[in-house]
């Protein structure tokens, strides 16, 4: 039975407390449920610079004094921005979980949105994007779903685009978080030695007059066509993604998805790895992962080759999407994949940041604790047959899209 106590505070802020007696730190999430899928056409990358913009200052604390609050004590502090969610986070020794929680509320709460921090921010989050396409390991993951999914909310990149970053005013800024920093879109969520009370009278004092009231829909599904992209760079290798659409986190068949994958190329012991790297030594780098979010889901396999072997590593892969959509995995490997599975999730509760963004996604995504017992039976129950249906459901040929970066001849 799960130890988890949930809160909810008279604006409608949730709070979730795990209490773990046995060691003496504790994991801080402060989260508001807002991603780059809730911003307007205009507003791309508008809720990862507001993430920067909240560590520059509040009513209280300068940028160094808010670093200091916790790093000073101790504590490390962070924050990141996706699809879906901004997490403030923090880890702090077992007693200082109050002063975690008033730190991370002043930066959400009290945040002076400077015009001229937001000038110099703006030109960080201007070299983040310059460094992100220096790196096209890294950009052809953002380039191959906007491939995919065009203009739907899912497939624009967090970072927003350079035209947009500059744009933004502190009105704008303002307005967005007026709009998306409601209490029903945030929650609290604490996991270590600590004591719930502390925690849920740290909640009222900081949090509880955050105004309520805000609409938060589904957008329609994102359905990708195949597509196959090659952009021309001056670079060594070919990295590449070749993917297609997956399951959201409320399909039925999501957890034949995770077996999908981490049998295709989660691991070193998968097949595309074992196949690609080891057996053939064709690339240093070559794996899978699998993306869910509410409305859908993607699926692809990513690397890094020589522009020789190119042809002869898209062979490869074909070559494995095909043998599983014949005849899925064998009992030995549908068991080992399971195992390693479970393995892994069990052995990422066993650190309090673990266990705090488990507990917090689960809230946010389905209001409520799963616990990791749920989430292994429902692992153990794929069989076989569902691992073929779904493969054949989206690995067809007339289905998958290819985005490279390479050093390709430009026409």
Known sequence: MSDIQKFVLDNGV????????????????LWCRTGSRHEHESEAGITHLIEHMLFKGTERRTAKEIAES???????????????????????????????????SDMMLHSLIDP??????QG?????????????????????????????PLGRPIIG???????????????????????????????????????LDAARETLGKIPHTSQDAQPTRPSGTKRISLESKDVEQVHFCIGT?????????????VVLDAALGGSMSSRIFQE???????????????????????????????????????????IEFDKVMASGLDDDELGRTKRNLSGNMVLALEGMSGRMMRMSRNELNHGR???????????????NDAIVALANKILKEELVSTTAIGPFDEE
């Open 14 to 29: 949730r709070v979730l407390v795990e209490p773990v007696g046995h060691v003496k730190s504790a994991a801080i999430g």
């Open 70 to 104: 916790i790093e000073g004590r101790g504590g490390s502090l962070n924050a990141f921005t996706d699809k879906e969610a901004t997490c403030y986070y923090c880890r702090v020794l077992a007693d200082d979980v109050a002063n975690g929680v008033d730190v991370l």
């Open 116 to 121: 001229d921090e937001l000038k110099r921010e």
């Open 124 to 152: 960080v989050v201007l070299e983040e994007i310059k460094r992100s396409e220096d790196e096209p390991g890294d950009h052809v993951h953002d380039l191959h779903l906007h491939n995919r999914w065009g203009d739907h």
């Open 161 to 199: 685009t350079p035209e947009s970053v500059s744009s933004f005013t502190r009105e704008n800024i303002k307005a967005y978080m007026d709009r998306r920093y409601r209490a029903e879109n945030v929650l609290l969520s604490v996991a270590g030695n600590i004591d719930p009370q502390v925690v």
């Open 245 to 257: 659409d997956g399951t959201s986190i409320y399909d039925d068949d999501l957890y034949t998805m």
């Open 276 to 318: 690609i790297r080891e057996k053939r030594g064709l690339v240093y780098s070559v794996g899978s992962y699998t993306l869910n979010y509410g409305a859908g889901g993607a699926y692809a396999v990513y690397g890094g080759t020589s522009l020789e072997q190119w042809p002869l590593v898209q062979e490869l892969v074909r």
């Open 369 to 383: 604790d799963i616990p990791i017992d749920e989430t292994l039976t429902k692992i153990n129950a794929v069989t």
